[in-house]
């Protein structure tokens, strides 16, 4: 089993849905969570942290984190074409060692 | 600030030749990662350094070396490349601020190994 898991995708929504992204991971003992948004050829860039049992936003975005479950998922409101790209779930393991999912690719339709 | 900068962009190999990857960040941070990606297995940590002087192996460091040259520098070695290591290599820098930590990416090495 992969320490961090996601659906490859692509999930494709049409714009102004709402686009849901889900992740699990293994290692019980984690407490940081992290969605990254990677657009092709390009770098990873953080979109949102969570550290707490709960729903977090952030504008258009909501992390939600079940620890119980070892689930987090990130929420997009008001999906816009712009948000097109790959999200990467990331999970800490051990102090400094981050462990990434694959990946889910995102397409928004006009 | 030019945030996390890396060179070369792009590099071509022969199996067996040795390259050094570079590193750089002015954003102050103690901690440093490089991690290498591959289509359809997400990013995958190589070696980090929490703080200038020391280092750690990841999940996947054989092949590699690292050296924390300063606060500012980290940089990747691959003394006989393969072409196992053809990837985008990136390298990451993070802070911890309220208790929270944040990693910050360089834009990337495409390496390929041929």
């Known amino acids: 089993q992969k320490e961090v898991e996601q659906n490859s995708g692509p999930l494709s929504v049409p714009e102004g849905a709402i686009a849901s992204l889900n992740c699990t991971y293994s290692d019980r003992g984690s407490q940081s969570f992290f969605w990254y948004r990677q657009y092709s050829g390009k770098s990873p860039e953080l979109i949102m942290s969570i550290y707490s049992n709960g729903d977090k936003e952030d504008g258009r975005f909501t992390a939600q984190l079940n620890k119980a479950s070892q689930y987090v998922s990130l929420l997009i409101r008001d999906s816009q074409p712009s948000d097109s790209a790959t999200y990467l779930c990331a999970v800490v393991v051990n102090n400094n060692d981050m462990r990434f999912g694959a990946g889910t690719r995102l397409t928004v339709k006009p | 600030n030019a945030g996390v900068t890396q060179t070369p962009k792009f590099q071509v190999l022969k199996t067996g030749q040795s390259m050094t990857l570079q590193c750089a960040q002015d954003?102050?941070?103690?901690?440093m990662y490089w991690y290498r990606q591959d289509p359809g297995m997400g990013l995958r940590l190589i070696y980090y350094s929490a703080s200038e002087g020391t280092t750690d192996k990841g999940e996947v460091p054989n092949g590699y070396n690292v050296s924390r040259l300063n606060k500012r520098e980290f940089s990747l070695r691959l003394e006989s490349a393969a072409p196992s290591q053809t990837s985008v290599y990136f390298c990451?820098?993070?802070?911890?601020?309220?208790?929270?930590?944040?990693?910050?990416f360089g834009p990337g090495t495409r390496l390929l190994v041929l």
């Open positions: 990451a820098s993070s802070e911890l601020a309220r208790g929270q930590e944040t990693q910050y």
């Open positions: 954003m102050n941070h103690n901690s």
